[in-house]
């Protein structure tokens, strides 16, 4: 009927043959729908990738073009903002590449949280124990299922606030809760003696 106005079209697929110049005009486009195309899509340019990763973390990471893109250019990361990578690791199986770029030139805005991100592996953890950034540090000694000799270096740890979080721990071994308890630090001593009493 005249004046009746009819469904909202759907959004167009885009083509497959899209040039880069287009998809990245259309990286900004008002539609999600058509944004998350452009993540996905094969000839989107990787600086454009990273503009959309902060919405689209998934799609951008399985954008079937991104392993060529990557060996093209094996710093392609480096272009990619902050917010990006904030994103990616809000994702439980944020990938090793991604984590093996920010160990290497992360600011420690984007290490504390990697300290704590659950898919870390053991050889990036012992490289993080030794951060120049206590936050990053104490990030580690708070982390679950730590080895025994990386709880006793963190313990002697020269910052406090890293001594602080391993005595916060809810278990230590004996001899690294006896030598917090001597801490220093009053707070240390306070939280290691409340925490991991002695005799206990």
Known sequence: ???????????????????????????????????????????????VLGILAPEF????LANPALPLLRL????????WPDGAFHALLRLPDVPAWVRTHLIRQGRT?????????PALQQPEVLILARHAAWLVRARIAARPDLPPDLLAALAADPDYGVRLAVASRPSLPAGVAALLRQDTSRFVRQVAEQAH???H
């Open 109 to 117: 805005e984007l290490l504390i949280p990697l300290a704590q991100h």
């Open 1 to 47: 009927m005249a004046g009746e106005t009819g469904p909202a079209p759907a959004p167009a697929v885009l083509n497959p043959r899209a040039p880069a110049p287009e998809l990245a005009a259309l990286a900004d486009h008002p539609d999600a729908t058509v944004r998350a195309q452009v993540a996905r899509h094969p000839n989107t340019p990787a600086a």
């Open 57 to 60: 973390p998934h799609v951008v």
């Open 197 to 199: 009493p002695a005799g």
């Open 72 to 79: 093209a250019d094996p710093h392609l990361l480096r272009a």
